[in-house]
């Protein structure tokens, strides 16, 4: 079993950013996936950004060239640098943690609240 723990969610004003960090604990001995979605009322879970075994990397349009995803494997965790936020940017974001390499199940964490308002 694997655990979840983000952390650096919060309320940012237009055009600041914010940095969430997501540790993982368990069963990690795997270098599998981890990255984040986002979810608002009423929609479905979206991809926000993912690194997959051996660095490589997913954005969603909407938020290239403005997020960055990193990990530190050492660690176990990944981080998700937001720049340039803006108020759709508003969600919860999930951490995720691919089940096994490639795969497109995840382990969930609890998601934490980014708020993008002046």
């Known amino acids: 079993q694997v655990q979840l723990v983000e952390s650096g969610g919060g309320l940012a004003q237009p055009g600041g950013s914010l940095r969430l960090s997501c540790a993982a604990s368990?069963?990690?001995?795997?270098?599998?996936?981890m990255g984040w979605y986002r979810q608002t009322p009423g929609n479905q879970r979206e991809l926000v950004a993912i690194?997959?075994?051996?660095?490589?990397?997913n954005y969603a349009d909407s938020v290239k060239g403005r997020f960055s995803i990193s990990r530190d494997n050492a660690k176990n965790t990944v981080y998700l640098q937001m720049n340039s936020l803006k108020p759709e940017d508003t969600a919860v974001y999930y951490c995720?943690?691919?089940?096994?390499?490639?795969?497109?199940?995840?382990?969930w964490g609890q998601g934490t609240q980014v708020t993008v308002s002046s």
């Open positions: 368990g069963s990690v001995f795997s270098p599998v996936g």
């Open positions: 995720v943690r691919e089940r096994g390499v490639g795969s497109n199940q995840y382990y």
């Open positions: 690194m997959r075994y051996g660095g490589i990397t």
